[in-house]
């Protein structure tokens, strides 16, 4: 960013109302400071300028105008349009961190905020002592404290982990060349993956076997796997695409969620759509493959289905649904 990690910006930009825009920060190698601007300081103004479909990536102190305002900084009549912010703690869509300055008449638009540990603001990520913050607006801005996965690679290495919390998806994301075993919810867990609109697309899920049992017939293939835990969990999906997908195990299989045993979990899907699925098993489906528990189905849509499932238990392949074990659908 403008100002470098170790010095100060203390002039004045003045944008008159032009637009910076399609560009990438990726500030996850230094402690503090992603944005277009790093440290403001000592007077600096930034005015008039309109920051858009960036994409800023940092740890602490990200905003798409500017990380940081300390020492009499101001950020003026500035936007932030169509851009992502991902930090792990202050994190704005215009500003990250203001100390003793001021953030006003702004205006922060389609933009989406992540943090993983803490602070986060549509358009300021956190403001400190002496920092006056007025007369700023914000339209269909999202922040959320998650984790977020913008990659092949980054969605291969939450493959037979456990996971709890919240996960959102910044990009699509094209699997081809990748293969991934299912992501496992752990016991208790709550855990929230927002497709945040977007598509993996050419998936290919690997079986695994089903925690505790052994033998032909017992894997289990999908995204997401809650074979493990022995107490209630729930897992939400909203506003994902698969597209392309190639599942295939001896057991259970589905695009989306490969096996649930236990009856007292909640597995809601709201807006997940399947566009392609070559989905080969015991139990096969395009959304789950077996639940017993409750299964909530929001505006999902599937097509362009290849299901192969047990020849002489049909009631076992279903579009939607392979197998509900006395789930309540």
């Not at 170790?6 to 400071?33: H, L, M, P, R």
């Not at 101001?74 to 202050?90: E, P, Q, R, W, Y």
């Not at 989306?256 to 566009?275: E, K, R």
């Not at 528990?293 to 362009?304: F, I, M, R, T, Y």
């Amino acid at each position: 960013g403008i100002g470098g990690i170790s010095t100060n910006f203390a002039g004045v930009f003045d944008g008159q109302g032009y637009t910076i825009s399609n560009f990438k920060v990726d500030s996850t190698e230094n402690s503090y400071y992603a944005g277009l601007f790093n440290q403001v300081s000592h007077g600096g103004t930034i005015k008039n300028l309109t920051v858009k479909n960036a994409t800023i990536v940092g740890n602490s102190m990200v905003g798409a105008v500017a990380s940081s305002l300390d020492n009499n900084a101001v950020i003026d009549n500035c936007k932030a349009i169509d851009c992502t912010l991902i930090g792990v703690k202050k994190v704005g869509a215009v500003v990250g961190y203001s100390a003793g300055s001021t953030v006003t008449n702004n205006y922060a638009e389609n933009c989406t905020v992540i943090y993983s540990e803490k602070e986060g603001g549509e358009i300021l990520g956190y403001k400190n002592t002496g920092s006056t913050v007025s007369n700023n607006t914000a339209n269909n801005v999202s922040v959320n404290q998650g984790v977020a996965v913008s990659s092949a690679d980054e969605l291969v290495a939450l493959g037979g982990t456990k996971i709890n919390g919240n996960y959102i998806l910044t990009a699509d994301i094209d699997m081809t060349g990748k293969a991934m075993k299912s992501m496992e919810i752990s016991d208790g867990a709550v855990v929230n993956f927002d497709g945040n609109g977007h598509t993996i697309s050419n998936l290919n899920l690997g079986a695994a076997k089903l925690h505790g049992m052994t033998g032909a017939g017992n894997e289990v293939a999908g995204l997401f796997d809650l074979t493990a835990p022995a107490t209630t969990v729930s897992l939400t999906v909203s506003d994902l695409t698969v597209k392309n997908a190639t599942v295939s195990c001896s057991g259970f299989a589905a695009a989306i969620v490969g096996y649930n045993s236990n009856g007292g979990t909640v597995i809601t899907l709201n807006n997940v759509d399947v566009d392609g699925a070559t989905v080969t098993a015991d139990s096969v489906a395009a959304l789950v493959a077996y639940s017993t528990g409750k299964v909530n189905l929001n505006n999902c849509d599937v097509k362009g289905l290849t299901l192969t499932g047990e020849e002489d238990r049909p009631e076992k392949v279903g579009a939607y649904i392979g197998t509900a074990n006395t789930a309540d659908c």
